[in-house]
């Protein structure tokens, strides 16, 4: 596609598109049309509208929710292990899409005994970091964490960490949320949930203490957020390092926003554990780059 092309990533809650012509990114879009929140609208609407806004047609790449059974075409999961350079090849065109010429990238499963696991949106990710910064373990912070464990350029085993979405729910739908009122940093109390986290074998009895430690004067009512968020990234922390265990100098790389990427980092000083970071639009770029120019040739 050396003419150009259009890269999208379209998500659950938001969508981000770039134009690419000759090489160079001229012009970008963010919404917040995920596919669950189309607002009535079906994605092929949704695609007629961003599409509006650029009046040459070029080719257009697309990864994420929006090849899931809750999006617009389903794309198969390739199975693990899977080599992330076969990404292209089992791309799926969008024939509703005319006159673009549009694809869907798959998305890769783990369907073991006792792991079964989905992504899409990250294998795209995690192309592009390989092709950045190649690594034997990819941490993907969010709202669910990926832990992804590469042999070379192939994808052998992954899992999927609820960290950010437990967060989330603890505070706004749980007693521990009950009565808190407007929550504010507080960098010391986030490194004392990590270091609570990372030494805890039992994440569940800590919690209803979160909420006792406040009503008996022991944590600030404004600073729950952040002991909270400490103890939950510090834990997942502790339990994944034994789940991918890294040889002695050997670095994990982290992909994700520059904010989040830096939480996780403070927890992986705490561990002992050598990484280094990448931003994550940056990684998909790379990623959604390398397969448009698989899918011209």
């Keep these: 596609m050396s003419n150009g092309f259009i890269a999208i990533d379209w998500g659950s809650t938001n969508l981000r598109a770039w134009r690419y012509e000759n090489g160079a990114c001229v012009d970008s879009v963010r919404s917040e049309a995920g596919v669950t929140r189309l607002g009535g609208r079906t994605p092929q609407q949704v695609f007629g509208e961003l599409m509006a806004r650029?009046?040459?047609?070029?080719p257009v790449v697309m990864a994420g929710m929006i090849g899931s059974n809750a999006g617009w075409l389903q794309a198969p999961y390739l199975p693990c292990p899977s080599p992330l350079t076969g990404l292209a090849r089992q791309a799926i065109a969008v024939e509703q899409a005319l006159p673009y010429r549009a694809w869907i990238i798959p998305g890769i499963c783990v369907n073991g005994e006792d792991n079964c696991n989905v992504m899409r949106g990250e294998e795209t990710q995690l192309l592009g970091a390989h092709t950045e910064l190649p690594s034997p373990l990819y941490v993907m912070p969010g709202t669910?964490?990926?832990?992804?464990?590469?042999?070379?350029?192939?994808l052998v085993d992954?899992?999927?960490?609820?960290?950010?979405?437990?967060?989330?729910?603890?505070?706004?739908?749980?007693?521990?949320?009950?009565?808190?009122?407007?929550?504010?940093?507080?960098?010391?109390v986030f490194e004392r949930g990590l270091a609570a986290g990372l030494g805890e074998r039992h994440l569940v009895r800590r919690l209803f203490e979160t909420r006792a430690a406040h009503l008996l004067g022991k944590l600030e009512k404004s600073a729950v957020s952040d002991w909270l968020s400490g103890l939950l990234i510090g834990n997942e922390v502790a339990q994944m390092q034994q789940q991918y265990p890294l040889a002695a100098h050997t670095a994990l790389t982290v992909i994700g926003n520059p904010t989040l990427a830096q939480r996780y980092g403070r927890a992986f000083d705490m561990a002992g554990i050598r990484y280094r970071t990448l931003d994550g639009d940056r990684a998909f770029q790379t990623g959604i780059r390398s397969i448009a120019n698989e899918l011209e040739d």
Excluded: N, Y
């Design 144 to 154: 669910h964490s990926k832990w992804v464990q590469m042999d070379g350029d192939t």
């Design 158 to 188: 992954f899992r999927t960490v609820m960290t950010g979405e437990l967060h989330h729910l603890l505070l706004s739908q749980s007693l521990i949320g009950v009565g808190l009122g407007e929550q504010r940093p507080d960098a010391q």
């Design 54 to 58: 650029w009046q040459r047609p070029l």
